[in-house]
């Protein structure tokens, strides 16, 4: 190819210039104020460039952004359909014009330095971004500017999905987009810079109900709390309806609930309240991907019961946890149930006591289930209370003067029992010899119905129960 070396200074003063072959800066190159110059080449900057008008590229076979000196642009115009490729990064301090054609970042970052929502503008141009490892940005100085910000993406078919962020409190800083395609299955997902591990619904692959395209988004700023707007091409969407975006939660190694106001287009979703960002995509058929629980714990507590805790972070149509025990951790059953939030976007704490544990070692999962009846469980946690002491009455409620008490151990020490009833009095007291496990209890008279404290005290610890009396 034909190339055009500039070796020296070079000032370009003149209204409309080009060159139309490759044109390379090795010295010291200013375009002034006013003044453009139009390529219908490549471009290779290994000198120093200074920009105060604006460059033009109207080549008619693609053209390329290059050279080993960082670039900046005053005002940058493409007007190429065969493409612009960008091979390092590029930085544009007032107005970019997509007038034909895409523009590929082409594993670059690509800066726009003028907060205004016009720096930007297009006619049938596009940004193409398309990486599958997040490395194709482009970053917006937004600001605290509140206009709506249009990031002109483009498929790499020519189709227009434009991303959109319009800030409506705070400083949001620099605002950095990302996006790329799939396969029909959401695969490859994104590994960087965050790295998403599934699309699961109740434990099960929910890629028939997620669009197939991902975005990343960041921000640098303080604070900023944005609507964003996330359209796809329609053969990505396919026959997927009600488009609702969700968040990749890396915390929770799984997808908060959709956030609340959300609208939809037969392509797009628009979401209202956003202050946390990352990896994006788009559910729907309402069938959203669902949060992971933040934590999910099991522990004896004082009493030789098990407390059971857990956290999640979001929820979205959850009816009730079922909480379910078993012996081997295969075969499992349902001990209790605890409602749930419903539809949630704040983090939720909730807990079970199992008052009739199992002796020796048991395991624990939680059943997580919908008003529509879909499902998934939790993790499996273990506990041992092998050779724990424990305090269980038997039968209770208590319907006779008389009741069993059974410590699931020998005692190692005298054990001494009182009953209290509600105002603290003294009903009952006795010992239970050491070497034994077992204890009945013998009132001399019946006293009156209601909820009476059992207490059992020795060396080693201090166990409470609430018995019936009948």
């Known amino acids: 190819m034909k190339q055009i070396a500039i070796y020296s200074a070079l000032f370009l003063i003149c209204t409309f210039a080009n060159a139309q072959s490759q044109f390379t800066n090795t010295g010291n190159v200013q375009v002034f104020s006013g003044a453009s110059v139009a390529f219908f080449g490549d471009f290779v900057n290994n000198g120093t460039f200074t920009d105060l008008g604006g460059v033009y590229f109207y080549g008619s076979s693609s053209q390329i952004i290059t050279g080993t000196s960082p670039i900046t642009f ?12 960008m091979q390092r990064d590029v930085a544009i301090s007032n107005a970019l014009t997509l007038t034909a054609g895409p523009l590929i970042l082409n594993g670059t970052t690509l800066t726009i330095n003028n907060s205004a929502s016009n720096a930007i503008t297009r006619v049938t141009g596009y940004i193409l971004s398309e990486r599958t490892d997040n490395t194709s940005k482009l970053r917006w100085n937004i600001g605290t500017n509140t206009s709506a910000h249009v990031f002109p993406f483009g498929t790499a078919s020519g189709g227009y999905i434009p991303f959109t962020l319009t800030l409506t409190a705070g400083n949001i800083g620099n605002v950095t987009v990302s996006t790329f395609p799939t396969a029909t299955n959401n695969t490859p997902y994104p590994s960087s810079p965050v790295a998403v591990t599934n699309i699961y619904r109740n434990g099960a692959d929910n890629s028939v109900n997620v669009v197939d395209r991902f975005w990343q988004v960041d921000k640098d700023g303080v604070s900023g709390t944005a609507t964003l707007r996330f359209d796809a091409a329609a ?22 609930a959709p956030l609340a106001g959300q609208t939809s287009t037969a392509t797009s979703a ?3 309240g956003v202050t946390t960002f990352s990896p994006w995509t788009l559910s729907g058929n309402n069938a959203p991907l669902p949060v992971e629980l933040l934590s999910f714990s099991a522990q ?33 059953s349902e001990i209790g149930r605890v409602s749930g939030a419903g539809t949630s976007q704040i983090l939720n704490s909730y807990s079970y006591t199992d008052e009739d544990p199992l002796s020796g070692r048991s395991y624990y999962r939680l059943r997580q289930v919908d008003f529509d009846g879909m499902y998934k469980f939790s993790d499996i946690v273990r506990v041992d209370l092998q050779g724990q002491l424990r305090l269980t009455a038997f039968p209770n409620p208590v319907k006779e003067d008389k009741f069993l008490l059974d410590f699931h151990t020998q005692l190692e020490s005298p054990t001494y029992i009182s009953l209290h009833d509600r105002t603290g009095r003294l009903i009952y007291t006795g010992v239970a010899r050491s070497g034994t496990s077992t204890y009945e209890v013998n009132l001399s008279a019946s006293p009156s119905s209601g909820v009476y404290l059992l207490r059992a005290v020795n060396e080693e610890s201090t ?7 009948e």
């Open 74 to 85: 005053y005002n940058l115009r493409g007007n190429n359909a065969a493409g612009i490729t």
């Open 235 to 256: 053969g990505e969407v396919g026959t997927i309806t009600q488009l609702r975006a969700q968040r990749w939660n890396s915390s929770a190694n799984g997808w908060d």
């Open 270 to 272: 628009t979401v209202p």
């Open 300 to 332: 004896p507590n004082e009493e030789g019961n098990i407390d059971i805790y857990w956290e999640t972070s979001s929820e979205t149509n959850n009816d009730y946890f079922a909480v379910q025990r078993s012996n081997d951790g295969i075969n499992f």
């Open 463 to 469: 166990l409470q129960k609430s018995v019936m009396i």
